[in-house]
Structure formats: C-alpha cells, structure tokens
C-alpha cells in the first residue's frame, strides 16, 4: 500500500470559475485513489460573489488547500503576482507535476513557474485555437502549449493542432471534455433548483418556474471585449437584443464586467425600452444549468457555453468572427454571426429552422475524469521524475 511519503504530488491550478467547474469530477477520481496526492491551488484571479463555501459544495469540490489571492489588475500586474505567489509554493510543496487548465492568465503564469523549476507541466485543455491573437487567451494557450510536458486535449481537431506544431504525438492524450462530466453528474441536481431573481433597476421578481414557459425563450451571456468593451458596440448589442425581445423573451444573467459598462455609459434607459429583456444578477453553475436546460437558444460570446449547448443540441449563435472549439460549429449545435445578422437567425430558430447537432462529439460521455486519472497513473509510472533544482531553494 502507498503511504503519504511516496504519493505522487501534483498541483491542481484553477483560476476562474470555469476551471473549477472542469476539474470537479477530477477532484473526486482523485479522492477514490491512493496513487496521487492532490494539491488544490485557486489564484484567485477573478473575483466571483458566486464563489462561495456553497459553490464547491455543490459540485462536491474540496476546498482549495491554497488561495494565492491575486485579485484582479492588468494582464501583466496579474501574471507577474501569480508568478511570484505561485513560485514560493512550488518550493514548499516540491510538486512532481503541475495541472493548468484552459487559457486564463493562471494557466500561462503557473506553466511558466513549473517548466523553470524543473517540474512538468501537464496542460488540459491543450491545442485549442481560434487563430485570433487579439484574444489574450489565445496568447496564452500557445505560451502555455510551447512549454508544457503533457497535452490533454479535448477533440481531435485541438490534438492536430498540436502536432502541426510540432509536439510530439506521443505527448498528446485525447480525453475528452470534463465540462460534460459535470454537466452530466450535475444536471438531476440543476433542474431541482429554484429560480428566483431581482431584474436590475427594478423591485420585480421574476420566477423561471412561473413566468417563463420552457423552450419559450431565449438567454443572453456576453462578457467579450470586443462586444462590451466600447460604448458604441455595447450600445448596438442593447438595441439588437431589445429587438429580438419583442420576438420572444430573453434572460440576460449579466457578466460583472458588462454590467459595470452599462452604469459607467448610462446604458441601462436603453434596456428598459424593452420589457421582454430581463437583465438579471449572475448566476450560480447549477442556476445557469437549469436556464440552460429549458431555453430555446443562446445568444453569447463564451467558449464554455458553446459546448453546453451542443451537448443539450440547443442552437446557440456565437457573436464572436471565430472560436477556439470549432467542433461546436462542424457538428454541433453553434453557429457564428455578428449582431447585424442576429435578429435573422433567431427568425429561423422561431421558424423552426435551427442549426442542430450532427453528432456527440467523441468522449463526451461523462467518463473523462476517470481517462485522464488513469492516464496521469500512466505517466506516473513512466517517468524518472526530478527535484526542484538546487539553486531554487
């Protein structure tokens, strides 16, 4: 039997919520075995209110052994205090890897650490690409990608990707998407949950249960740069979506970032013209998953949310020129367009015409969690693993 002296030790990194959403069903292989000791470490790069000792309780995720606290700042402010932070404990925990997730500021960061220190770098998420440098998660998907060890990826296209650029194939692993795990084991839970909310700027409450009738509306999710970031184009995307709301109801749990936007440029008039847009608080992971779970389509500029949908086959319309998960598009249910042809692909949703699923993506079958805890057993197994150099301590 294994003793706690010689387990493995591998860090766990989660920066923002939806790293820990992915890594939820991996924390709990971890808990059924012996052969690893897992470190969860949380940055604390994105301040979430929905962050609470509640949300890992409800995706049965530990608590984080380790909250660097960063906070948030520039790219460059964030990164450098994630490096600093993360590098102190790395030479007090003397990890044999180190696990980064997606594309977020703490994954680019603590890859960076690790590879210095001699440690290997195992990166989930591995070869996506939208080929739009503009996007700093693009940057760091490709730094991340050019110093790590492992690669796990989730489709075959993101496994392709990687060998175009010349890693090896016998680094690469196709997994699978652990969002769907949590998705899968989540969603009886989910659909029990009460939805309640507050609209902004308004005393009302509204119910999902009572006030909306299911697969009768539609949800709004936009948080992109390019979408909110200018008083122009936020003030176009309100005025579309207040177009489309006079087709059919839309829920817009609203991104922090966008909200403050809205109040910094006196958008929020703009919104009230149309009672059929509901602008409510954000949502917590099992909230949004019943919203999801009962709606007719989605309108949005995140990655995730892309995935969700095609597993749900619910037609999602991406705002965005390009995505990172183009296996969404080439068989499931997204599509890309831009706000001047939004209205007119929800005319053909309505119409009953709607993009739909081709076909469930390869491993998306709720199972990746244990893959990749038996492949990581693998690699354990195969490597002569090395301490932190000395001139490190």
């Known amino acids: 039997m294994l003793t706690e002296v010689n387990q493995k030790r591998i860090l766990i990194v989660a920066g923002a919520r939806p790293n820990f959403i992915k890594i939820a069903p ?226 817009f749990p609203i991104h922090f970032r966008t909200l403050k936007n809205i109040q910094d440029w006196d958008l929020l008039q703009v919104t009230k013209k149309n009672p059929n847009l509901f602008i409510i608080e954000a949502l917590g992971y099992l909230e949004f998953l019943h919203l999801l779970f009962k709606s007719l389509f989605v309108i949005t500029d995140s990655g995730g949310i892309q995935e969700e949908t095609t597993y749900f086959d619910i037609p999602c319309l991406t705002l965005r020129p390009n995505t990172e998960r183009p296996i969404t598009v080439l068989t499931g249910s997204n599509k890309l367009t831009t706000i001047e042809n939004l209205s007119t692909e929800v005319d053909l949703i309505l119409k009953g015409m709607p993009k739909k699923r081709q076909k469930m993506p390869k491993f998306w079958d709720g199972k990746t969690a244990n893959r990749i805890l038996r492949q990581l057993q693998t690699i354990i197994c195969s490597q002569k693993l090395t301490t932190i150099p000395a001139f490190y301590h």
């Open 26 to 251: 991996l924390m709990q292989c971890f808990s059924q075995q012996k052969t690893i000791k897992p470190i969860l470490v949380h940055t604390g790069q994105h301040y979430d209110i929905k962050m609470s000792g509640q949300f890992f309780t409800d995706l049965n995720i530990p608590i984080p052994d380790i909250n660097l606290e960063v906070g948030s700042g520039s790219h460059a402010t964030q990164t450098a205090r994630i490096i600093e932070r993360f590098e102190n404990v790395c030479l007090k925990e003397k990890p044999d890897f180190v696990l980064v997730v997606g594309d977020v500021n703490s994954t680019v960061a603590c890859a960076l650490v690790a590879v210095k220190l001699g440690i290997k770098v195992i990166h989930y998420e591995a070869g996506l690409r939208s080929y739009d440098r503009s996007m700093p998660e693009e940057i760091n998907r490709i730094v991340t990608d050019s110093i790590s060890d492992f690669y796990f990826t989730t489709s075959d296209d993101a496994t392709d990707n990687l060998i175009k650029e010349n890693v090896s194939s016998k680094k690469i692993f196709m997994l699978g998407n652990l969002m769907i795990d949590t998705l899968f084991s989540q969603l009886p839970k989910a659909i029990e949950t009460k939805l309640d909310f507050q609209l902004y700027g308004d005393l009302k409450i509204v119910s999902i249960n009572s006030d909306f009738e299911e697969k009768k509306y539609g949800i709004v999710t936009l948080h992109r740069p390019s979408n909110v970031d200018s008083k122009e184009s936020l003030t176009n995307v309100l005025q579309t979506l207040g177009d489309v709301s006079k087709k059919t109801p839309l829920i």
